[in-house]
């Protein structure tokens, strides 16, 4: 990809990866795409992302103004749910990443997307990172669920199943869809941060939308190229914390003599979730 990556990395980064934000470095140019970015999101944003995450963006004051310092919302998540965020350059490595969220630190990437690129960004920049995941990171169950993520992820490393598990944070952290009494509801990260997709996940007739269930999810294959063929849905967060509770042990060695499902594809047992409430 063509992104001009960290322009002005502040500092080297060390073994955890994180460098300064180094917010003065912002240009006005940067401002704006985020200002842009920022007003296309909130208007599409009420009526479909869900409550947790609407009171997140709120009471952070995320707002349209530019790109926000992450020291100032970082002091309200932590009186919140003890989370911070810290600053890196990009992807940083598997156990580095699930090191800071075992620690209830979100790493987010310090630089801004082009204007080429509104649309389309393969890699995480500072609008995905601090738009998309951090409001919901104000829940306290979702805090609680991101940081066992984290913990997993490290145990994973280890047992050499991180590619099943990788899926969970795919499906949920990222893809996730919420039913609520007031009909289908976004939580991840990778919708409520995209234009397109906020609308297509909620209103598209094309992808299957499935009952949330862990293991369905751990074989299901994903696309990162384009939007979602599959989503799953979770009824509360809760439901995401439980079924994350125990052992995964055991789980992956299942998972060794089942099959993977293509992203599109419905299985038995998959519990159809409809678009009318
Ligand atoms: N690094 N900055 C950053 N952001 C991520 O989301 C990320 C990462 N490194 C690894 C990683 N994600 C994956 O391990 C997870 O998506 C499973
Ligand atoms: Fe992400």
């Known amino acids: 990809m063509g992104v001009i990556q ?7 980064p060390g073994a955890d990866f994180t460098i300064a934000q180094n917010w003065p470095g912002y240009t006005r140019e940067d401002h704006a795409i985020w200002r842009t970015l920022f007003e296309r999101q909130s208007k599409l944003l009420p009526g ?7 009171e997140g963006l709120e009471s952070l004051g995320v ?4 790109i926000p310092e992450f020291e100032r919302l970082s002091d309200i ?11 890196v350059p990009g992807l940083v490595p598997d156990d580095v990443f699930f090191r800071h969220l075992a620690a209830r630190r979100f790493p987010a990437t310090n630089w801004i997307r082009r204007r080429e690129q509104l649309d389309y960004l393969q890699e995480p920049d500072i609008f995905h990172d601090v738009f998309g995941h951090v409001p919901i990171l104000m829940n306290p169950v979702f805090a609680d ?9 490290l145990k994973a490393l280890r047992l050499g199943s991180l590619p099943k598990l990788a899926r969970l944070y795919w499906y949920t952290v990222e893809f996730g869809l919420i039913e609520t009494g007031e009909g289908l509801r976004i939580y991840g990260a990778g919708i409520v941060s995209s234009h397109s997709e906020t609308v297509y996940s909620l209103e598209s007739s094309k992808p299957k939308r499935i009952g949330f269930d862990l293991m369905r999810i751990m074989r299901t294959e994903y696309r990162i190229d384009d939007l979602q063929d599959a989503y799953f849905v979770i009824r509360n ?5 439980d079924a994350t ?6 789980y992956y060695d299942d998972l060794k003599t089942q099959a993977d499902i293509p992203p599109g594809a419905l299985a038995p047992g998959d519990r159809p979730v409809s678009l009318s409430v």
């Open 6 to 12: 960290n322009p002005d990395p502040g500092q080297a």
């Open 245 to 250: 509770r125990p052992d995964f042990t055991p």
């Open 63 to 66: 707002a349209a103004e530019g």
């Open 237 to 241: 967060f809760e439901q995401l914390f």
């Open 145 to 153: 669920y991101l940081q066992a993520y984290g913990r997993g992820g």
């Open 77 to 87: 998540m932590e009186r919140a749910t003890g989370w911070r965020i810290v600053a």
């Open 48 to 54: 479909r992302a869900c409550t947790e995450y609407l």
